[in-house]
């Protein structure tokens, strides 16, 4: 059993207050706030990180399943990762011309992406997302695009959103994709604007698997219809398979946009692709300096070849099926409506579909979860190359613990839990 202690905070709290004072919207990503995860009762900063363990600013310890938001792919200060930057430390971090890593990156990245011939680097998901969007507009003629998922804070993603012109909304078409009867309107979408449209954005969702065959079937209208198709694989890349989500369902993107896992939590992004359609960048007005950035590069390199050389895709992908299985089977065993859903190495746990409903249940959970020295998000969490069996085992005693707890507290009815369970 996990050992279950009320945490100690105060120094979380302390940096707070300074946090809130100097930092605008108090942290870099919205996802990291404290009203993500349960607001005084989870950590808010943390100390350092060794492997799939982490530390808070108050030395209580955890097992850590939210691995910086998917970008620590091999978790925390992997020997890859470190041998990297410090060995090539030395010669500088960004020159006034290209430097050589950027050829040998490019490379290695080409040869492990379907159908890329080519690649552009950037620095985050969203430039990546942008630029390639912007190459499909060039090349198309087109002005109207598709997003499936969350593609990144710019303005043609987050067209509902303070600051941004309503125009704007004119151009994009934003899709759900949680449930099989969501297909036929993105397949219906793309028909009826098949004259205007000049991309399909698509990060697949969490709370489900995707069929290939439905996949097929947008890459089949994409194809009849001059439609760029572009997998946002800024967090399923080097999760799903070592190819990406074209490997992983068998199905042929037009572009790829990959970041977060590309140097396992150093900045960096890409958009990769054939040559007849990334040769056509250059026409465009896409640049950035920090593209070039040495140390990212270097790493990017080195953890590619971690990705080739080990089972780091099948042992992701083992452990999330175990921590699934054994989750589910607790559920159902306490009465709970908790489920882990997804694919496995990307294990979103599930309270309800309503997300009013699922949060109801899932900011205790994480309360409860913290309290046994276990990090998770409220619903997407990701298994990295540091985690082991162990962990994995901690992380199941922890959710027993956890939703006994919330069934004794009284957040799960009476009625509810025997339903659940049968009883």
């Not at 799939?52 to 097992?63: M, P, S, T, W």
């Not at 490997?247 to 007849?276: C, N, Q, R």
């Not at 109801?360 to 990090?375: I, Q, S, T």
């Not at 005693?397 to 707890?405: D, H, I, K, Q, T």
């Amino acid at each position: 059993m996990t050992e279950t202690k009320d945490l100690n905070l105060s120094q979380s709290f302390a940096f707070r207050a300074e946090g809130e004072q100097v930092i605008a919207g108090f942290t870099q990503s919205m996802m990291k706030k404290p009203e993500q995860f349960a607001d005084g009762r989870f950590p808010v900063y943390l100390a350092s990180g060794q492997g799939a363990r982490v530390k808070d600013v108050d030395g209580n310890e955890y097992v850590d399943f939210i691995c910086g938001l998917a970008a620590n792919t091999l978790g925390h200060n992997h020997a890859a990762v470190r041998y990297a930057i410090e060995s090539n430390l030395s010669n500088g971090l960004i020159h006034s011309l290209p430097a050589p890593v950027e050829i040998k990156t490019a490379k290695n990245l080409i040869s492990v992406i379907p159908n890329a011939e080519k690649v552009r680097f950037f620095k985050t998901g969203a430039d990546a997302n942008s630029a390639a969007v912007r190459l499909a507009r060039h090349i198309t003629g087109r002005e109207e695009i598709v997003t499936i998922g969350y593609n990144g804070w710019h303005d043609q993603y987050q067209f509902d959103t303070p600051g941004v012109p309503a125009k704007i909304q004119d151009y994009t078409h934003r899709m759900p994709l949680f449930t099989p009867n969501d297909e036929p309107e993105i397949l219906a979408l793309l028909e009826s604007h098949k004259a205007t449209l000049a991309a399909v954005l698509l990060s697949v969702p969490y709370n489900r698997v995707l069929t290939p065959e439905f996949l097929l079937k947008v890459r089949q209208a994409c194809t009849e219809h001059g439609i760029f198709l572009i997998f946002d694989e800024v967090v399923t890349g080097f999760r799903l398979a070592l190819g990406g989500a074209q490997e992983y369902f068998g199905v042929d993107a037009d572009m790829v946009t990959l970041s977060k896992g590309i140097a396992a939590g150093m900045p960096l992004s890409a958009v990769a692709g054939p040559d007849k359609w990334l040769s056509q960048m250059e026409a465009l007005q896409v640049s950035t300096t920090f593209g070039g950035e040495m140390l990212s590069l270097e790493v990017c390199d080195a953890v590619i070849n971690e990705y080739k050389t080990t089972d780091y895709i099948q042992r992701i992908a083992r452990l999330g099926k175990l921590l699934k299985n054994e989750v589910n089977a607790i559920s159902r065993q306490l009465g709970t409506p908790l489920e882990v859903v997804g694919y496995d190495p990307i294990p979103m746990f599930l309270f309800a579909r309503n997300p009013q409903e699922h949060v109801k249940y899932a900011e205790p959970f994480v309360a409860e979860m913290a309290k046994r020295g276990v990090l998770l998000r409220r619903e997407v969490n990701f298994i990295s190359g540091a985690h082991t069996t162990e962990d994995i085992n901690v992380a199941i005693s922890a959710v027993r613990g956890a939703l006994e707890a919330m069934i004794a507290q009284g957040i799960f009815s009476p009625t509810q839990v025997e339903e659940m369970s049968g009883a």
